[in-house]
């Protein structure tokens, strides 16, 4: 919450209050346009059904009703119905995160509401409500401006217009007009301040703004699929394929040698299913949504999916000083005025006389309610020190801004006094641009600058303070026009965040570089690296310096300079562009509007949320809620962890498919009797479809995730290496539960119970490869000190409804099963972990020769 008062002419403002606010949204209805149809439950449902497995599970029932097995279809079609509902149920999870991430990425406003500025969504804006305005905003609704300076609106969204026009103030409460010309007091939904800032009260929302009368969408969060889901739907696609002409093949193979069509069908039908491995775009979409809604729990708003895979690929880290490595908590420790030093700190009372004017000009040049960090450590200190004097000014009247430009980083207030016939220009900015306004001499400038080498030296921003004099009326176009005098310097200490050393020491144990920029001075800028743990730190590339090399020379520096100061946003590109040139994949941190190139360049642009204009995060595939560097650390990891994750799911899809695959087609070779029906593989689907998504993705990140180098940005997740091993997991389960089946005639069994028992025998198998596959370092044991709820409630899921299938006489006799003892289920249990104890051998071994089967090392 910010108070109000540093816009003239509006400080008894109170805005609606929130009651008010909530009774118009909810009579009127949100500020936003109307989407497309929302999908349905039935919607859902529908698409579902239209999966290959669904199709197939819906198939055999109906062959089943058709040859009078009505038990075995209606036991299949209720399968159908659950494996429907959970899929349904992860279905509309994924499309709950996916909207709150909309909720979450829409376009804020800042509102006036109960006399204090809050920054809501803008589908939250109401008519009535007071929005304040600033340069790289988003114009969240059509508005009547009440106050402004120097606003410059980007209408071309509207009008097509490419210059943009200025804004004027309101004289009167009057209706919104239409757009186009300058000087109007109406600004509209969408479109973009370019310039100044101001205060207007909303007259339209939604539909009956100008862009909603013409039927413009806002610009919302995307759920485009990603290059990597077209990938696996296309290899979905093939395996439905094979899995068809094998289905083909095999019931006409079984009817030839057995005379059965009907059974030929339901054979190839079930075969069909054991092959096409549908989970995976399941995965990939559930992956990637709750991926993002969990880094949404993080502070770290996702706006574009797939940059979640290129997390996992980061080598650097490009960020800038003020706020994301410091607290951007400014506070001013020393002055400097007449050639005097003085400190500040939390004992002072007092400000020596010869400092007053230092003060005074400083806060005459900044707002009276400000924003800036800067600035409001300049309005605490001159409350503190200045109270009761004649130097604070609050009844003097602002006339003009000059606002800071790229040639010239320093601006000026100028102030009309109730009784001075002059006008007061107070102006603050870098130091060499305050030295410039004042026309100083070279030796005046040298001792000025030794000056600020000093603070700078200390840790310190240092910002340069003049004033002038001006007679009334007519105001020059520049600021070089008035006659500065130099006042003196002031420097601020803006700590370094508490979390910030760790998370670089985090950052090169992972192989991660980072990169500071910054517009500060180069001294202070390595005082802030070394305190940072940045290294080498000791080089020091500056804007003038990017200036004048060629890209060329940049590319070949940059790989050992880690320290940019005095740089401008826009230079920010190059920086970018000479990192890639490396191929280095580039995190690219900005908050500004002139940041957006760098952001939309860089492999993840990631927008400061605090304090970043809405034209960054518009750019950016990320938004920091918390500004801290920290949390770009954490998403990092959260990106390797998701990928990591995704692996895992992946070996584990490849894996339980080769033995339900080969259980289907051997027995029908061989002329065996068929061990595996539709139903066997909708039970197993009930394990398979769980698993792979909600407990691989919730599976935590491993211990070493930060510890191994980055993933190349081109490395799949379908690599050889994985897919082998992964089969040869699946094979050794087929294996074990052939044998099973195979051995269990010459125990006596009868064939009902060798189904039960090589049947009983997978499920455990399965319920095996999952928990072998939740690392491929560590062994079940040591990973059972690691929770994962989801796969306690899947295994015991699982177990339960085995054991209904086993001893409930319906269930058994649907599934045609025998009757299994306690030995047989011992016999079982011990098979399914012969199954996967190579596996876990093979860890052993690996690691105790320093080697890793892991996909997830890169």
């Known amino acids: 919450m910010v108070k109000l008062g540093h816009y003239s002419g509006i400080e008894n403002i109170k805005g609606l209050s929130s009651q008010e606010a909530a009774e118009r949204l909810k009579a009127e209805g949100y500020n936003e346009l109307p989407a497309g149809k929302k999908r349905t439950f039935v919607d859902t449902a529908l698409d579902v059904i239209k999966e290959p497995m669904f199709l197939l599970l819906i198939a055999a029932g109906a062959i089943y009703l058709l040859i009078g097995d009505f038990e075995e279809a209606l036991m299949l079609l209720g399968f159908v119905f659950v494996v429907v509902g959970i899929t349904i149920y992860q279905e509309r999870k994924v499309e709950r995160a996916l909207e709150a991430l909309k909720s979450l990425s829409s376009p804020r406003a800042l509102v006036i509401r109960d006399g204090v500025?809050?920054?809501?969504?803008?589908?939250?804006?109401?008519?009535?409500?007071?929005?304040?305005?600033?340069?790289?905003?988003?114009?969240?609704?059509?508005?009547?401006?009440?106050?402004?300076?120097?606003?410059?609106?980007?209408?071309?969204?509207?009008?097509?217009?490419?210059?943009?026009?200025?804004?004027?103030?309101?004289?009167?409460?009057?209706?919104?007009?239409?757009?186009?010309?300058?000087?109007?007091?109406?600004?509209?939904?969408?479109?973009?301040?370019?310039?100044?800032?101001?205060?207007?009260?909303?007259?339209?929302?939604?539909?009956h703004t100008e862009i909603g009368k013409i039927g413009k969408a806002l610009q919302i969060l995307e759920t485009e699929k990603t290059q990597l889901q077209i990938e696996t739907e296309r290899l979905v696609k093939a395996f439905a394929a094979i899995g068809m002409a094998v289905?083909?093949?095999?019931?006409?193979?079984?009817?030839?040698?057995?005379?059965?069509?009907?059974?030929?069908?339901?054979?190839?039908?079930?075969?069909?299913?054991?092959?096409?491995?549908?989970?995976?775009?399941?995965?990939?979409?559930?992956?990637?949504?709750?991926?993002?809604?969990?880094?949404?729990?993080?502070?770290?708003?996702?706006?574009?999916?797939?940059?979640?895979?290129?997390?996992?690929?980061?080598?650097?880290?490009?960020?800038?000083?003020?706020?994301?490595?410091?607290?951007?908590?400014?506070?001013?420790?020393?002055?400097y005025a007449n050639g005097k030093f003085f400190t500040v700190d939390e004992t002072t009372v007092v400000l020596p006389e010869p400092f007053h004017g230092l003060m005074e000009f400083s806060i005459l040049a900044s707002q009276h309610d400000p924003?800036?960090?800067?600035?409001?450590?300049?309005?605490?200190?001159?409350?503190?020190?200045?109270?009761?004097?004649?130097h604070l000014h609050d009844n003097w009247t602002l006339v003009q801004e000059y606002a800071l430009s790229k040639k010239l980083l320093a601006l000026s207030h100028v102030w009309a006094s109730p009784s001075g016939s002059d006008l007061v220009i107070a102006s603050k900015g870098a130091p060499e641009a305050v030295f410039d306004l004042c026309h100083l001499g070279e030796s005046d400038i040298a001792l000025l600058s030794s000056c600020v080498q000093e603070m700078a030296e200390d840790g310190l921003r240092v910002l340069g303070v003049a004033r002038a004099y001006f007679l009334k009326p007519d105001l020059p176009a520049d600021q070089h026009d008035y006659d500065f005098q130099f006042i003196g310097l002031i420097g601020f200490s803006d700590p370094l965040r508490p979390m910030v050393a760790g998370a670089v020491k985090e950052c090169y144990e992972a192989g991660l570089r980072t990169v500071m920029i910054t517009g500060d001075y180069p001294v202070t800028a390595q005082n802030i690296a070394r305190q940072a743990g940045i290294k080498p730190c000791d080089e020091v590339i500056t804007g003038h310096e990017l200036e004048?090399?060629?890209?060329?020379?940049?590319?070949?520096?940059?790989?050992?300079?880690?320290?940019?100061?005095?740089?401008?946003?826009?230079?920010?590109?190059?920086?970018?562009?000479?990192?890639?040139?490396?191929?280095?994949?580039?995190v690219m941190t900005g908050d500004g509007v002139?940041?957006?190139?760098?952001?939309?360049?860089?492999?993840?642009?990631?927008?400061?949320g605090g304090r970043g204009t809405e034209v960054a995060r518009e750019a950016a595939a990320f938004v920091l809620l918390d500004d801290d560097f920290s949390t770009i650390v954490q998403a990092v990891k959260m990106g390797r962890r998701i990928f990591d994750n995704l692996k895992k799911?992946?070996?584990?899809?490849?894996?339980?498919?080769?033995?339900?695959?080969?259980?289907?087609?051997?027995?029908?070779?061989?002329?065996?009797?068929?061990?595996?029906?539709?139903?066997?593989?909708?039970?197993?689907?009930?394990?398979?479809?769980?698993?792979?998504?909600?407990?691989?993705?919730?599976?935590p990140e491993e211990k070493d995730v930060m510890k191994r180098p980055p993933k190349k940005i081109n490395e799949p997740v379908f690599d050889g290496r994985t897919i082998l091993l992964s089969i040869l997991q699946g094979f050794v389960v087929f294996i074990v539960v052939l044998a099973v089946y195979r051995f269990a005639p010459m125990l006596g069994e009868s064939e009902a119970q060798a189904r039960a028992l090589a049947f009983t025998t997978l499920v455990l198998a399965n319920l095996g490869l999952v928990f072998t596959n939740r690392s491929w370092s560590r062994t079940i044991p040591e990973m059972l000190t690691t929770p994962n709820n989801a796969l306690l409630w899947v295994s015991a899921a699982a177990i339960f409804f085995l054991g209904l299938s086993l001893y409930v006489p319906f269930l058994a006799s649907a599934f045609k099963f025998g009757q299994l003892h306690s030995v047989d289920l011992i016999i079982c249990l011990m098979a399914s972990i012969v199954s996967i104890l190579w596996f876990e051998v093979l860890k052993i071994i690996n690691r105790r020769f320093g080697k890793n089967p892991s996909p997830l090392k890169a």
Not at 552 to 560: M, T, W
Not at 594 to 608: E, F
Not at 676 to 699: G, K, M, R, T, W
Request: charged residues 20%.
């Open 649 to 699: 799911a992946m070996a584990y899809i490849f894996a339980v498919h080769v033995p339900i695959a080969g259980m289907s087609l051997l027995p029908v070779l061989l002329g065996w009797p068929i061990m595996l029906f539709p139903a066997h593989i909708a039970f197993l689907e009930l394990i398979i479809d769980p698993v792979c998504s909600v407990v691989y993705e919730a599976e």
């Open 548 to 586: 004048a090399i060629s890209d060329d020379e940049l590319k070949d520096r940059i790989r050992n300079v880690n320290v940019f100061a005095r740089v401008a946003p826009e230079q920010k590109l190059r920086i970018v562009n000479a990192l890639k040139r490396n191929c280095d994949i580039v």
């Open 594 to 608: 002139n940041d957006a190139p760098a952001l939309k360049s860089a492999h993840i642009g990631i927008a400061m």
């Open 371 to 390: 924003f800036d960090p800067m600035e409001k450590a300049i309005k605490s200190a001159g409350e503190k020190l200045l109270g009761g004097t004649e």
């Open 117 to 207: 500025a809050s920054r809501i969504p803008g589908r939250e804006v109401t008519r009535g409500d007071v929005v304040i305005l600033a340069e790289g905003d988003r114009v969240p609704a059509d508005a009547l401006v009440l106050s402004c300076s120097n606003l410059l609106i980007d209408e071309s969204l509207l009008t097509g217009e490419s210059m943009p026009v200025r804004k004027g103030q309101a004289e009167t409460d009057i209706a919104i007009g239409r757009p186009g010309g300058d000087d109007l007091p109406f600004v509209y939904s969408s479109t973009l301040v370019v310039q100044g800032h101001g205060v207007a009260e909303v007259k339209s929302t939604g539909v």
């Open 247 to 335: 289905c083909v093949t095999i019931i006409v193979i079984y009817a030839l040698t057995r005379g059965n069509w009907l059974n030929g069908v339901l054979t190839g039908l079930t075969l069909a299913m054991a092959l096409i491995p549908e989970e995976i775009p399941v995965v990939l979409t559930i992956f990637l949504a709750l991926g993002a809604w969990r880094m949404s729990k993080h502070h770290v708003l996702t706006r574009q999916l797939k940059s979640i895979q290129t997390l996992g690929s980061t080598t650097v880290l490009s960020v800038d000083k003020t706020g994301t490595l410091t607290m951007n908590k400014m506070a001013v420790r020393k002055i």
